[in-house]
């Protein structure tokens, strides 16, 4: 079965930087895009990037252009996503999607695996 | 960017009740319409995708419908497992947006 499985809760000061890991199984790793979305305490979603697993390309949202970097390691099927600089906006929790597509009449992107979940708490 | 704009933002229902969510987008997103399901302290699951496609193994009281700029959720015969908070998704622009999402409360 398809699985995403993320690193855990990370707790780091203003300025620090972070990385999770998302680790997926159960499908073709290189055939799904992954996105990364966060969700602030009470909050709605946030879209923060995608990676392309095939050749590693990345897309940002503009507003973490400097300060976000997605990898991946296709030895080991796991995604990567460090942020910079962490203000205490940036805490939240942060999920790994993989994102799949539907095409004809009705056609959509959509994200159909989720990963757990990793709390990352900005504090000094 | 999208704007998705979900109304209402709070719902009171009952077991057995039916009751219908809707989503506006700030621009024409054809069938890039997508709703998720989530609960306290989970990840959100996928429920339908392309406005009225339901997912694998989620139940077929949960509908949707619409087109353009305004889409709808409608949840008959609720149950109980099915309070939790909904959310509308776009994926016509490269920047994915989501609705600000509807509490559905007993």
């Known amino acids: 079965q398809v699985e995403l499985v993320q690193s855990g809760a990370e707790v780091k000061k203003p300025g620090a930087s972070v990385t999770i890991s998302c680790k997926a199984s159960g499908y073709n790793f290189t055939t799904y895009p992954i996105h990364w979305v966060r969700q602030a305490p009470g909050q709605g979603f946030e879209w923060m990037g995608i990676i392309n697993p095939t050749d590693g390309s990345t897309s940002y949202a503009q507003k973490q252009q400097g300060r976000i970097s997605m990898t991946r390691d296709t030895s080991t099927d796991t995604l990567y996503m460090e942020l910079r600089s962490l203000r205490s906006e940036d805490t939240a929790v942060y999920y790994c999607v993989r994102r799949s597509v539907v095409w004809g009449v009705l056609t959509s992107y959509y994200f159909d695996f989720w990963g757990q979940g990793t709390l990352v708490t900005v504090s000094s | 960017d999208i704007r998705m704009t979900q109304s209402p933002s709070s719902l009171s229902a009952s077991v057995g009740d039916r009751i219908t969510i809707t989503c506006r987008a700030s621009?024409?997103?054809?069938?890039?319409l997508n709703w998720y399901q989530q609960k306290p302290g989970k990840a959100p699951k996928l429920l339908i995708y392309a406005v009225s496609s339901l997912q694998s193994e989620v139940p077929s009281r949960f509908t949707g419908s619409g087109s353009g700029t305004e889409f709808t959720l409608t949840i008959s015969n609720l149950q109980p497992e099915d309070f939790a908070t909904y959310y509308c998704q776009q994926t016509f622009s490269t920047i994915y947006s989501f609705g600000q999402g509807t509490k559905l409360e007993i």
């Open positions: 621009l024409n997103i054809r069938t890039y």
